[in-house]
């Protein structure tokens, strides 16, 4: 079963860049059976989806966002990564980090079957 | 974007009630469509994945069906650990989206 932690900055200054990590156990994370995503959701409001990587690097960012955000993956340490650029107040959410369920033949199922617990993250000086 | 609209967006509903979410996407989504439930201060959690696939141990009062742009979640006899909110999400086509939820509540 994977498990998933998010980590990084609990506090980011409005323009600055926000970096989290997403480290996982239980599973390789260069292996095809899983991808592995970004999700957002601002206190007492729903969830956005800020994008994915799969293991071979190539990545699916929401439009909304997609200026801003960089995500990154780093096998020898089974972690990846998201990067969010100028942030604003607006930016201010938890972020979770969630893996599809399985990938097999190219067709992958169960989507976010997984989810790290969640960090929070507030833009403010 | 695929826009998912669910409603109510929240409800009060006695134990042993039988309990119908409704989730409508913008386009057709095929059979792409997952449910979560969601408590306070946690992770969502995956319930029915690919409109009525029953994810490993949920238990057997939730159901998922529809197709196409209408889907529904239903719980056939509420009980007092279902409170919660609940997101429908399609899975159809980037970017992946999310319905607005509704809110659960005991009375």
């Known amino acids: 079963q994977v498990q998933l932690q998010e980590s990084g900055p609990g506090l980011v200054k409005p323009s600055q860049t926000l970096s989290l990590t997403c480290t996982v156990s239980?599973?390789?994370?260069?292996?095809?059976?899983?991808?592995w995503n970004w999700i957002r959701q601002p206190a007492g409001k729903g969830l956005e989806w800020i994008g994915r990587i799969y293991p071979s690097g190539s990545t699916h960012y929401n439009p909304s966002l997609m200026s801003r955000v960089t995500i990154s993956i780093d096998t020898s340490k089974n972690q990846f990564s998201l990067k969010l650029s100028s942030v604003t107040a607006a930016d201010t959410a938890v972020y979770y980090c969630a893996s599809v369920g399985y990938c097999r033949g190219g067709i992958c199922h169960k989507e976010f079957a997984f989810w790290g617990q969640g960090t929070l993250v507030t833009v403010s000086s | 974007d695929i826009h998912m609209t669910q409603s109510p967006s929240s409800l009060s509903a006695s134990i042993g009630d039988r309990v119908t979410l409704t989730c409508r996407a913008s386009q057709s989504i095929a059979g792409y469509l997952n449910w979560f439930q969601q408590k306070p201060g946690k992770a969502p959690k995956l319930l029915i994945y690919?409109?009525?696939s029953l994810e490993s141990g949920v238990p057997s009062r939730f159901s998922g069906s529809g197709s196409g742009t209408d889907f529904t979640l239903t719980i056939s006899s509420l009980q007092p650990e279902d409170f919660g909110s609940y997101y429908c999400q399609q899975s159809h086509s980037v970017p992946l989206t999310f319905g607005g939820g509704s809110k659960v509540e005991i009375k």
């Open positions: 239980g599973g390789s994370i260069s292996s095809d059976t899983y991808y």
């Open positions: 690919e409109t009525s």
